[in-house]
């Protein structure tokens, strides 16, 4: 199995930058795809970006594009989500998930393995 472990969120004012970070441990090598899905209170957990790991091919959802940027230190395992020009809209639960599928899906069914999620949130 492969165990994530999410950091990095907290408390930040609408307009500023937060950069999440997960790191994989484990049998990392059945891992080909990370991403970043995202789940407020009373909602569906919604997509917010995923990357290849070999390639380093990117995804996002419309929502986060200018904003958001994901990345990845793939030698040690470790994704990346830098978030700036933060809005209310962006408080949730942020969970980071691996899968061993060769392109990077933007469905949560297509990963195995999730973060126990890091808070973000936005005050105005």
């Known amino acids: 199995q492969v165990r994530m472990v999410e950091s990095g969120g907290g408390l930040v004012q609408a307009g500023g930058s937060l950069r999440l970070s997960c790191a994989a441990s484990?049998?990392?090598?059945?891992?080909?795809?990370m991403g970043w899905f995202r789940q407020a209170p009373g909602r569906e957990r919604e997509f917010v970006a995923a990357?290849?790991?070999?390639?380093?091919?990117?995804y996002y959802a419309d929502f986060v594009k200018g904003r958001f940027t994901i990345s990845g230190d793939f030698a040690k395992n470790i994704l990346y989500l830098q978030m700036n020009s933060l809005n209310t809209e962006d408080t949730a639960v942020y969970y980071c998930?691996?899968?061993?599928?060769?392109?990077?899906?933007?469905?949560?069914?297509?990963?195995?393995?999730w973060g126990q999620g890091t808070q973000v949130t936005v005050s105005s």
């Open positions: 998930a691996a899968g061993s599928r060769i392109l990077a899906g933007r469905s949560s069914q297509e990963y195995d393995y």
């Open positions: 990357i290849t790991w070999s390639g380093g091919s990117t």
């Open positions: 484990g049998r990392t090598r059945n891992v080909y795809n």
